[in-house]
Each structure stands twice: as C-alpha cells, then as structure tokens.
C-alpha cells in the first residue's frame, strides 16, 4: 500500500508540493477549486442547506434591520443592503426623519445599476467627503470584495462621478481631503510605492489635474515597514497634517507637519495609543514608561496638551489605570471630551472625561454614561465621521446573545435615547446565557460564555467559536445566524475568551502571542474539555469553528487536540507559517507571530504550523475549510493547500471557494447566508446532530 505523501514537513519544510495552488487565477488551481466546490455542494447542498440559506438571507435582508449612520455636516448617512439591492444603496437623511419609524431616505448612488452599467462587481468601501461642505465624496470601490479599491470622485449634488475629477486605478489606497481641489493619498500604485505587506509607503500631495504618480512625495517610509498614512486637522482655522508611520502591527512613530512634510516627531513610545484633538495629546502605553520622574503603567491613558508637550514637559494627568480584570478597548474625543471604553471583567463601562479650561487650574473630571446594559456587549462611538465637526454626540450598540441590537442616541450630559431596535432573528425561548472558567494547560483561568438550553443529558450540539490573537476580544454579541440554525434547533453556542485576545488588556495579548500562541490554542481545547467536565456535552458533539487568526486556531485543534472536537469549521484562514509572511499582507503580522525566516522564531511557530505538523495516520476530525478567491488579505492559498494535504493523506476534509467575498464570507447578504449556512450544514452532520 503506498504511504500518504506527508508534505511538507518540520523536517523539510520547503518542500511543498503545493505551491501551485498559491495561483490565485492560475487555470491548474482554479480547476481545482471548481472540483472541491462541486464535491461539497453535491454533499451538503441538499434541500436542508437551501432552506437554511434561504431563511439565513431573509434574516439579514429584512426591512426592519437597524439602518446604521454617521453623520457628515447636518446629514445622516446610511449604505442599505436588502435582497432587492444586494449590493447596496448609498443614502441620506435628516436626524428628525431617523427618529420615525419610516425615515425618508434620498438615495445618492445604486450599487448594483452602477455595476451592471460598467460590467463591474464593485463591492462598497467607506466613502470620504470633503470636510464642512460634505458635497464632494471620494468613493472607495473594490472589485469582488478585496482590500484593494479604485477611488473614484462622486459628486453629492449631481448624484455621479465628477467628470476628469479624481481617480486612483485599483490599489491599497487611502485619501484624506485638504481642500476641494486636494488630496493626501497613500496608496501602493506606483513602482516602489508599496511596502513588503503590500500597503503604501508613501503620503503624496496630489492636486486635481495632475498625475497621481507623479504628485510629490510628502512623507515615507522603507519598504520593510508596514505603511504609512496621512490625515488633517482643522482646529480655530490652522490646518495641521498628521503622518504616521506603521512600523509593524503594534509600533508606529507620528509626526505633525503641513503641505511640505513632517516637521516634528513625537517622542513618544512607538507601542503607544496615541490620540490628539482640540490641543490636548493623549496616550496609552503597552508597556511601563518612565519620563518626566513619573513611571506609568501599561494600559495607562494620559493627558497632557499638546503645546506643553511640545515645548518639553512631560507631566501627565493620568485619567485611567488599568486592573488585573479591567481593561481599557479604546478611546476617542469629540468636541474635546475624552470617552474611554472599558472593560471590567468583561462588562462594558464609559467614561466620560472633560479637560480643565485655560488657565491651568482644576484637574479633569470625569462622568459615566448610564443607561446602558451593563451585561452583554455594549459600544459606544462618535455620530459624526469628522472629530473636528462633533458637537459631542454619540451613538451607543447594546445588544447580548438573547437580545437583538439597539441603537442609542447620547447626547452631551443626556441618557442614552433609543432610536432603533433591530427585529428578533430567532426564539429565544427557554435559553440562557451564563459565564464559566476553564483551566487551561498552566492553570489560567480561560472565561468562556455559554447560550443555550439547560441540558443535563450531557450530549448537547455545542458550537464554540473563539480567535485569540491580534489584542481583540470576544464577547456574548447576538448572532443571527448561530441563533436560527443552531440555538432555536435546541444546541448550546459557546464563545472563548482566549489568551492572545484583548479581553484583559496587553497582558492578555502578551501571553498569547508569538511564543504565547501556543497557549492560546491550550485555552480553547481547555474550554472544549471543561464542557465534557461540566456534563454539557462530550468530544464528538463538539463544533468548532473559527477564522483569519482563528484559522490557525482551528487548525491546531485539528493536530494537537483532535479527540477533543467532533467536527471543525475553518474560515478565511491563516494556516501555513512557514510562508506566510510571503503572501500578501502576511509580512505585516510578524509581530504577532513572529519571522519564519528566523531560526529562533522558527522553532516555536514551526509546531503551530498545521501545514508542516498534519501527518498520516491521526484521528482527525472532519473538517471543512473554506476562502474567498479574492481574499487579498490572507491569501486563499493557505486554505487550498492545506486542503489539498489533508485529501491527498486521506481524510475526511472539505473545502469551499467562492468566487469573490474579501477578506470575508461574501459580497453581499445572499453569499454570506450560504457560505455560513453550508459551514452549518456540514457541521450538524459531522457530529451526527443530523440535517433538520
């Protein structure tokens, strides 16, 4: 009997017998892909995924769904997907018609008539309109979903594209108004423009009528750092331009300048959160920093004004200090009023921090925001886009995995004011949610939340879902699609609040990255065992499932912990280290995992690399791994090949490509329905929960 060819493997691992599948359009490849869709559709694509797809779509196309806004000058904008606008509307409102129950909505541009008249599949991007006037847009459009986009002018007035305005061919591109008749861009397009990730390592000056590549160069980086990118400040009529430079994920310098360039440097800490508005700098180290006679804390924010810090002091007020279990998310300050986003022990907390008014005298004071759940997931941010145009408003999401979203209006000083709630996706009748601790591998305790039935049968279907890298946390959110395919059908979703997460501040990160991965992965597989412990569920009715970072996740539940998981669902995914910091923006998360060009790194990331550690002979579960073809992010070669492994060893391995999506499970409502409700599909039936 022939052995299973194995590669590649630890021990040689550039040996790969399936580089070519890294061809995102070679014909080999996409032969292929075309062959596992057609497998996988003929398996699973029977009439219980269609019914699944059909009311997953509806859901997510459903009139009632919260339309979200931002404001832009005295407007509110919205861009609406449905099933009769797939690709979506671009449109407007006033405040007062939000509030009603049927706002009336004008619509700027269609989506799907301008991509039928240019034989385009344009997929939406975050539009930038020019700053007080708000009548001039620069519109960010990417074929089939990809980070790459072609911008394009849009006027407001006319409702179309500015003849001989703006226009940057398809790049990793961003823009940022200085006036209506220029533009700050950083862009990769152009030879020598982009860095080792593929972003722009360049802010140029471009004035309209002139070639974008030939506009003059302003600020730059080296190709080996991550990107660069510009923005303005408009404060009491000065005009002041901003230029930070990404380093890696985690470590960026920033510089204040004008139209000529960067002037000065702030000597700050390349690892800190750094935000300034209205004269005031604020800052967040990752780790302690000592200056000015004072040592502050990591997760720390600070205050200082700006002109002070220019002119060399360094005392700080020190408006939040962090705690073993309260963490701070993020901050932000419109109308010159700090709002700190907090979590303390995984409930949402807002703070509310007023500067003292020149001369120096009084200290800064500090309120809450009330109103809110404080179970849950709440957030909180700006209504308008531009800082330097908020009167303070914000807008508030709270919602928990038994309660579908609703939308707040707070105003300065007011309580929150419900202005929109999003309609129940499925029944929530006779579920709970509740909050528990596993052990990891060295004892930490791992929270994780639990949803579902109070089942004492010990074999309930779980879904658990977690991530684990990159500083972002996973908390109980409402999940439309968990809830009417699996919760409403009587199974119990779980979500893992892993190391390498942001749950818990730097910290918590720190310990699940680069070497830490590894006990990232320790406290998933500890999550799935304590169910077992607890009686919940045992091994084989256990569905994991995560994407991107989690691809790894997955993955290495597949190698390290496969009598752990009865099925596994991977997405999007991260998977082969050996070459990832070669695809794509892969170079621009070594901070996070490390170099595997560097032997030292090597040795920890090559046993998380499920590529090279996958072997004959295991007893893995199934498991279906699925892409985007045009994913320009995580390149879908990792998901291809290691498909392609797996198969060629002989297991029980699925996977699944459409043809466009992004970085994400489709282009509009229809393709995410059946991309999640495949994923579903396969699921149920590998841990025998059948196809109801």
Known sequence: MAVPDPRPTLDAPDDDPYLW???????????????????????????????????????????????????????????????ANPRGLWRTTSLESYRTE????????????????????????????????????????SRGG??????????????????GGFRLDEAKSGAAWLDRDTLLIFSSLGDGMATRSGYGRTVRLWRRGTDPLAAPVIFETTEDRMSVWGDVERDAGTETLWFTEQVDFFNATQWMGDRGGARTRLELPTDAWTQWHRGWLMVKPRVPWEVGGATHEADSVLAIRLSEFLDGSRQFATLFKPEPRRSLQGYFMP?????????????????????????????????RITGLPDMGVASVWPLDVEEDESNGDLLANAQDPLTPQSLYLIRPDKAPELLKRAPRAFDPAGLAVTRHEAASSDGTPIPYFQV???DSSGQAPVHLYGYGGFAISMLPSYNSAIGKLWLERGGTSVIACIRGGGEFGTAWHEAGRREGKRLSHDDFAAVAQDLVRRGVTRPDRIAAEGGSNGGILITNMLTRYPERFGALFCTIPLIDMRRYSKLLAGASWMAEYGDPDDPSDWAFLGPLSAYHTAEPGKPYPPILIATSRRDDRVHPGHARKMAAKLLAMGYDAHFYEPAAGGHGYGKDNSERASFTALGYRFLRDAIGWGAE
Not at 102 to 112: G, I, Q
Not at 340 to 358: H, N, Q, Y
């Open 21 to 83: 599948l890294e061809e995102v359009d070679g014909p080999r490849a996409v032969e292929w892909v075309e062959a596992r869709n057609a497998e996988i559709l003929e398996r699973f694509g029977d009439a219980a995924f269609e019914r699944d797809r059909d009311a997953l779509a509806a859901i997510l196309d459903r009139p009632d769904n919260i339309p979200f806004v931002a404001r832009r000058g005295d407007r509110l904008f919205n861009f609406w997907k449905d099933a």
């Open 335 to 367: 109308a010159g009023r700090l709002v700190l986003s907090i979590l303390d022990d995984l409930r949402p907390v807002f703070e509310v921090w007023t500067p003292p008014a020149p001369p120096i005298s009084d200290a800064w004071t500090h309120t």
């Open 452 to 454: 579902g039935p109070v």
């Open 102 to 141: 049927k706002p009336e909505w004008d619509v700027l541009l269609d989506l799907d008539e301008l991509s039928e008249a240019e034989g385009e599949d344009w997929v939406w991007g975050a539009p930038v309109t020019l700053p007080g006037s708000h009548d001039l847009a620069i519109l960010s459009l």
């Open 146 to 163: 990809g980070d790459a986009t072609v911008l394009r002018e849009f006027d407001l007035a006319t409702r179309s594209f500015v003849p």
